[in-house]
């Protein structure tokens, strides 16, 4: 059984910085796309950024320059760096995982983070 762990979040006032983790847990063949989701309070779930197993991260929109996607392949390992935190970043964070081969994708629990001073 494939699990995804979370960690990281939390509050930070803004301007501040947190990195969220998110790693691979049980038997798998192969991780392919991992991407980070997130959710504000009322909101749609919108995309915040993915990365390929080869690399190639990418960040949606307002949150380029200020957070940075990254993966330890070698651990199945996705970090969200997150920089210059503004109130309106406050939303529950979601890790979701694709596999090479029939494993389906995985989605992470969650991890609350809030932005406010």
């Known amino acids: 059984q494939v699990q995804l762990v979370e960690s990281g979040g939390g509050l930070v006032q803004p301007g501040g910085s947190l990195k969220l983790s998110c790693a691979v847990k049980?038997?798998?063949?192969?991780?392919?796309?991992m991407t980070w989701y997130r959710q504000a309070p009322g909101k749609e779930r919108e995309e915040v950024g993915n990365?390929?197993?080869?690399?190639?991260?990418n960040i949606v929109g307002s949150m380029e320059g200020r957070f940075t996607i990254s993966r330890d392949n070698a651990k199945n390992i996705v970090y969200l760096q997150m920089n210059d935190l503004k109130p309106d970043d406050t939303a529950v964070y979601y890790c979701?995982?694709?596999?090479?081969?029939?494993?389906?994708?995985?989605w992470g629990r969650g991890i609350p983070v809030t932005v406010s001073s």
């Open positions: 979701n995982v694709h596999y090479d081969g029939p494993t389906p994708e995985s």
């Open positions: 049980g038997s798998i063949f192969s991780v392919g796309a």
């Open positions: 990365i390929i197993r080869s690399g190639y991260p």
